[in-house]
C-alpha cells in the first residue's frame, strides 16, 4: 500500500492516489457524511459557466467535480495526475475530456479557459504558489478562479473535535471502504498541516488574482476561495 509523506513528492502523491482510485468517491461520501455532493454543487455554482465557455477542473481525480459541467453541455477539461483516477474517470465518463498533467505546469497555452476551478486538490500539490499561478497563466483576461478546499473551522471547540476526527476516526472508516487506508492518514495530516483560509486568500493575491473573497462552508471546515484575473 502505498501513502505519501507530507513532503508530497508528486510521484509518491500520484501513486498513492492510483491505489485509491477504486473506491475514492464511495470511501470520500462515507468519510464526508455525503456533503461532498453539496461542497460540489456549490463550487460549480460559484464558477457560474455557461455553454460556449471553457472550464479547467484542476486535480478532477475521476471526473466527478467535472460531470455538472459536462451535463450542462459546458466544454471541461478534467486534469489530474493519477492516471489510475484517470482511467476510473474516462471509463464511467467518456464524453469528458481527462488530460494527464501537472498543476504545477499546466499543459495549456496562455489565456486558454473562462474559468479554473481545483476541489480538495490544492493542498496535495507540492508547490501550491506555483500551481495557483499556474492557473492565472491558463485562464483568460477577467477570468475566474474558485478554489474549494479544507481549511480551518472557525469556533474553537468545534475545531478540537474535528482534529481529533481527522487523526482517529478518518483512518479508521477508510480501513472499511478504501482500497489504500493508509492513504487516508497521509489525506487527514495533509489537512491538518494545511494554511488558514487568510493564508491562502493572500496567496492567491500574491500570485496576481484580483477581488480575492471567501467564503466558509460547514463552521470553516471547507473554505471556498474566488478570485479574478484583471
Known amino acids: 500500500m502505498n501513502r505519501a509523506s507530507l513532503e508530497?513528492?508528486?510521484?509518491?502523491?500520484?501513486a498513492m492516489f492510483d491505489d485509491v482510485a477504486p473506491k475514492y468517491d464511495l470511501t470520500n461520501d462515507l468519510l464526508s457524511m455525503g456533503q461532498t455532493?453539496?461542497?460540489?454543487?456549490?463550487?460549480?455554482?460559484?464558477?457560474?459557466?455557461?455553454p460556449g465557455q471553457r472550464v479547467l477542473d484542476v486535480a478532477a481525480?475521476?471526473?466527478?467535480?467535472?460531470?455538472?459541467?459536462?451535463?450542462a453541455g459546458i466544454d471541461v477539461v478534467a486534469l489530474d495526475f493519477s492516471l489510475g483516477m484517470l482511467k476510473v474517470g474516462k471509463r464511467r465518463r467518456p464524453d469528458i475530456n481527462f488530460v494527464a498533467g501537472d498543476a504545477t505546469a499546466l499543459?495549456?497555452?496562455?489565456?486558454?479557459?473562462?474559468a479554473?476551478?481545483?476541489s480538495f486538490g490544492l493542498r496535495n500539490v507540492n508547490e501550491p504558489k506555483k500551481a495557483i499561478a499556474e492557473m492565472l497563466r491558463v485562464t483568460k483576461p477577467g477570468g475566474k478562479l474558485v478554489i474549494a478546499e479544507f481549511s480551518h473551522p472557525t469556533f474553537g471547540p468545534f475545531r478540537t473535535v474535528y482534529t481529533e476526527y481527522l487523526m482517529r476516526a478518518l483512518p479508521a472508516i477508510a480501513k472499511r471502504s478504501s482500497s489504500n487506508p493508509t492513504a487516508y492518514d497521509y489525506l487527514a495530516?495533509?489537512?491538518?498541516?494545511?494554511p488558514d483560509q487568510d493564508h491562502l486568500a493572500q496567496w492567491i493575491a500574491e500570485a496576481g488574482w484580483t477581488k480575492v473573497n471567501y467564503r466558509n462552508l460547514?463552521?470553516?471546515?471547507?473554505?471556498?476561495?474566488?478570485?479574478?484575473?484583471?
Not at 8 to 14: F, H, I, S, T
Not at 61 to 71: F, I, L, V
Open 8 to 14: 508530497k513528492r508528486p510521484d509518491e502523491v500520484a
Open 37 to 50: 455532493r453539496r461542497w460540489r454543487k456549490i463550487v460549480v455554482e460559484a464558477v457560474g459557466a455557461v
Open 61 to 71: 481525480g475521476t471526473g466527478t467535480s467535472s460531470e455538472p459541467y459536462a451535463d
Open 107 to 114: 499543459p495549456f497555452a496562455d489565456n486558454s479557459f473562462d
Open 116 to 118: 479554473t476551478t481545483i
Open 189 to 194: 495530516e495533509s489537512i491538518r498541516e494545511w
Open 218 to 230: 460547514n463552521g470553516g471546515l471547507v473554505a471556498l476561495h474566488r478570485a479574478y484575473k484583471a
